[in-house]
């Protein structure tokens, strides 16, 4: 079965500065795909990324980027110049080729401080 | 606006008393799911579909049942809730096929049994 683990449950950094998040996983696929979603505490579910497994190629969407590393399964988020906005828990996911699961990380409690 | 909408938004009731929380999504995705969200656990998956008439458990489906009548609508209903159910529970849809599509969710719907 596959699982998600994110080892940081909580974390701050001072605003402008770069935060990393990791996240690894285990799973016995070759193909899959790997998110980052945030929860600002609006409750609201927001996708921040997304990695496919067959690209060698780390995602990047703005201040936002990953680091992939398919042997070692992780998947760490790169927030660069953090902004007051980016104060939200994120969590890691991943899904199967086939959409049967999406199956999410215990999150990590992102603060950033002005 | 392409939305995923949960009713209600807040919910408080009693033990044993039968209750329905609403899914209803307006882009004409296949594959609907309902999670469960508390604290240091993430998100976990209670059940989902991934078309009309086609409906498995997710990873927590003890308590709960659901049904996919029409491809819009994804109700989740607690025959007989218990204090365990309390949580926040997160209804998401997702386009079909083996793209790496992402889940849209709904804002939430915070349930508390007494």
């Known amino acids: 079965a596959q699982t998600v683990t994110q080892s940081q449950p909580e974390m701050s950094v001072q605003e402008a500065e770069t935060v990393t998040l990791s996240c690894t996983y285990d799973?016995?696929?070759?193909?899959?795909?790997l998110f980052w979603y945030k929860q600002p505490p609006s409750r609201q579910m927001i996708l921040v990324i997304r990695q496919e497994a067959y690209k060698q190629q780390n995602a990047t969407e703005n201040r936002f980027s990953v680091n992939f590393q398919k042997a070692a399964k992780s998947f760490s988020l790169k927030i660069s110049d953090s902004q007051l906005g980016d104060t939200a828990m994120y969590f890691c996911a991943f899904r199967r080729t086939s959409y049967d699961k999406v199956i999410f990380g215990p999150g990590t409690s992102l603060s950033v401080i002005p | 606006e392409a939305q995923v909408t949960q009713n209600p938004r807040y919910l408080i009731t009693v033990t044993g008393k039968k209750l329905t929380v609403t899914c209803s999504q307006n882009m004409n995705h296949e594959y609907m799911s309902w999670y469960r969200q508390d604290p240091g656990l993430g998100l976990r998956q209670i059940y989902y579909?991934?078309?009309?008439?086609?409906?498995d458990k997710g990873d927590v489906p003890e308590g709960y049942k659901v049904s996919r009548k029409e491809k819009r609508n994804f109700p989740l209903i607690l025959e007989s809730p218990s204090p365990n159910q309390t949580s926040l529970y997160f209804c998401a849809s997702m386009s079909g096929g083996i793209i790496a599509g992402e889940l849209f969710f709904g804002e939430g719907s915070r349930l508390t049994v007494l």
């Open positions: 579909s991934m078309n009309v008439e086609v409906t």
């Open positions: 799973t016995s696929e070759n193909n899959y795909y």
